[in-house]
C-alpha cells in the first residue's frame, strides 16, 4: 500500500519502500557494476559520500563531485562508464538549485540513468519526473512521515529500467524492508503531507527573511530569498 501510494504521489510507474534513506543509497549502489563511474553534487548528502568511502571502498565505484548548478560542469565530467548522474535539489545542505531538465538531459544523451533525491521539496513542490528524471528518492524520515518516529526510504522509478530492478532484488533479499508498522506510520504521514509543506514554507520564509536584517548573519541559504542564486529556477521548478 505504501508502494502504491508513494508512487501514485510521485506520478512514477513503480515504487520500492526499504529500511531508511541510506538504504535506497545503498541498494542502488550495489545495482552498479565494479568500475562504473557517478557523478554527484560536490555538496551531495555526507551520508553518500560515507557509503561510497566506506562500504564500497573495495567495490570499487569511480565517482567525480561536480557543481550540479553548472551544465557544463556536469557535461564535461562525463566518462565512458558514466552510469549514474545523481542529483539533490535543492541540495543538502546548500540549498543548491540544479536544472533538473537539463541534468536529465545530459544523463539521457550519455546513456546513464538519472536518480534524483527529492527528500527536501517532497512530490508537494517538486516533481522531479516532469523533467524527465529517471528515478526519485526520498528519506521517508523526513517530511513524507512526518512525526519524527519512523525511519525509512523509498526509489520510484518512471519506467522499467535494469538499475530499479536490481534494487528490488536487493530490497527482496538484502533484508533492508521496513517493518509493516513503519509502513503504516509512514502512510499515516502523507494523509498530512500537503497541509505541513505548505506550514514550512511559511514558516521557513518568515525565518530566513528575518535573519536577512541580522548584522550577525553572514548569509542566508534559502532559495525562496530573491537574492539566491537559484531563486528563479526554482520558482520554475515549484508547483
Not at 520500492?16 to 555538496?43: C, F, K, N, R, Y
Not at 526519485?136 to 519524527?148: P, Q
Request: net charge neutral; proline share 5%; charged share 20%.
Amino acid at each position: 500500500m505504501l508502494e502504491q501510494c508513494l508512487a501514485a504521489l510521485e506520478g512514477g510507474k513503480e515504487a520500492l519502500v526499504l529500511s531508511s534513506g541510506l538504504a535506497v543509497l545503498t541498494a542502488v549502489l550495489q545495482g552498479l557494476q565494479p568500475g562504473d563511474h557517478i557523478l554527484a553534487p560536490e555538496d551531495v548528502y555526507y551520508g553518500l559520500r560515507q557509503v561510497l568511502r566506506t562500504v564500497f571502498a573495495k567495490w570499487p565505484l569511480e565517482v567525480t563531485y561536480v557543481d550540479m548548478t553548472d551544465l557544463h560542469a556536469v557535461r564535461s565530467a562525463l566518462r565512458p562508464a558514466t552510469r549514474l548522474v545523481w542529483v539533490e535539489t535543492p541540495s543538502n545542505p546548500l540549498l543548491k538549485i540544479s536544472d533538473l531538465a537539463g541534468v536529465a538531459e545530459i544523463a539521457r544523451k550519455a546513456n546513464a540513468l538519472s536518480i534524483c533525491d527529492g527528500t527536501f521539496t517532497t512530490p508537494v513542490v517538486q516533481r522531479p519526473f516532469q523533467y524527465s528524471i529517471d528515478m526519485v528518492m526520498h528519506s521517508t524520515t523526513k517530511y513524507l512521515g512526518g512525526h519524527s518516529d519512523v525511519v525509512g526510504g523509498v526509489l520510484i522509478t518512471r519506467f522499467d529500467d535494469y538499475l530499479f530492478e536490481r534494487v528490488r532484488n536487493s530490497q527482496r533479499y538484502g533484508g533492508a524492508v521496513p517493518s509493516p508498522f513503519d509502513c503504516w506510520l509512514t502512510l499515516r504521514g502523507v494523509s498530512t503531507l500537503s497541509c505541513r509543506i505548505r506550514a514550512h514554507l511559511e514558516n521557513a520564509s518568515a525565518v530566513a527573511a528575518y535573519l536577512v536584517g541580522r548584522s550577525v548573519v553572514e548569509k542566508v541559504h534559502y532559495p525562496g530569498l530573491p537574492d539566491h542564486s537559484g531563486h528563479a529556477l526554482a520558482a520554475r521548478s515549484c508547483q
